[in-house]
């Protein structure tokens, strides 16, 4: 049984690491879309991802949740919004990246969490122990140092962090699971979509079936890139405590910072330095109080009952958890 449980870990660890990767991975795909604007490109995106969700569920024979979706106005009403906010998502990265933005783009992801926990307090009251409070602060001052630097504020970074924040606290009102989440979702926005993509065609500035079978084949793929991250995404959350999933998910945007420099060769003035330094602090402040909390957590609880500890990770980590999946 340790074994196993060990092996499912490893399973779940190797899983992670390959959604986060292909999330951080991701800038060297919109590209490869060029000349499609980024308009096109996220109506496909919108479009395709919907028919392989809809293949994946066909296989897994999971359609259970649909008509008991249909008979709850309120759940599809958040769907609708939840659609919409990570359309606005979608489209302002594909842009930020074909635009040469990738390094600002990278800091709408680090900076998520601070704007996560500030939609907490300010709309559902919710209390922050003091060292979240310093984080939030150190955030705050990061945004100020960044907009000097910009001579700006960054409001790409801005938009993707505060977009992303508001679709996690929908979907966590929702309580669907990532695959059927993402189906729904899609399904709202494929008729905009399809529309769009037909309008493109009529006018003649579609670039699916004028520029070659390799470039109608990549614009096609933005499905495989939106799902199979997500995928890989359940099969971690099904096997790993939240606490990894949370130190996971900061493999993303580092990858695409480093990508913005590395490869994209974008400026990185002393300024932004800064800024993303005192970002860079705020997070580990929230890591290392996270972190703290969960072990006293654990502590106490395995003290109060034998085996609990055991518990607390397949609770954390089990099937019923949703954790928000990041989707650039």
Not at 126 to 137: I, K, M, N
Not at 243 to 261: D, E, R
């Amino acid at each position: 049984m340790a074994g196993e449980s060990k092996g499912e870990r490893r399973t779940g660890l190797l899983n992670g690491f390959a959604a986060y990767g292909m999330w951080g991975l991701v800038p060297l795909f919109w590209p490869l879309l060029k000349p499609a604007g980024a308009m096109e490109i996220l109506a496909h995106r919108m479009a395709w991802s919907l028919v392989l969700v809809a293949l994946v569920l066909l296989v897994m024979r999971r359609w259970a949740w649909a008509g008991e979706l249909l008979r709850q106005p309120r759940r599809l009403a958040l769907i609708t919004v939840a659609a919409a906010v990570i359309t606005v998502n979608w489209g302002v990265y594909i842009w930020a990246v074909n635009s040469g933005h990738v390094v600002e783009a990278s800091l709408g992801y680090f900076i998520n969490p601070l704007v996560t926990i500030a939609m907490g307090v300010l709309l559902l009251k919710e209390r922050l122990r003091p060292v979240q409070w310093a984080a939030v602060g150190v955030g705050f001052a990061a945004v100020l140092v960044l907009t000097i630097g910009y001579g700006r504020p960054p409001w790409i970074s801005l938009c993707l962090a505060f977009s992303f924040a508001t679709y996690g606290l929908v979907k966590k009102k929702v309580s669907l699971g990532g695959i059927e989440s993402l189906a729904a979702e899609t399904a709202v926005q494929f008729v905009p979509a399809l529309v769009y993509l037909l309008w493109l065609s009529g006018h003649g500035e579609s670039t699916f079936a004028s520029h070659g079978a390799g470039h109608a084949a990549l614009l096609a793929a933005t499905g495989v890139v939106t799902a199979l991250p997500l995928v890989c995404f359940g099969a971690a959350a099904i096997r790993v405590p939240l606490s990894t999933l949370g130190l996971l998910q900061y493999l993303a945007p580092v990858f695409q910072f480093l990508l913005g420099i590395l490869y994209f060769h974008e400026a990185m003035p002393p300024e932004r330095w800064a800024g993303f330094a005192l970002v860079w602090l705020a997070l580990a402040l929230l890591t290392a109080d996270a972190l703290r909390t969960a072990r006293r957590a654990a502590r106490t609880l395995g003290g109060a009952i034998p085996g609990a500890r055991a518990a607390t990770a397949t609770v954390s980590g089990g099937a019923d958890a949703d954790p928000v999946d990041a989707t650039p």
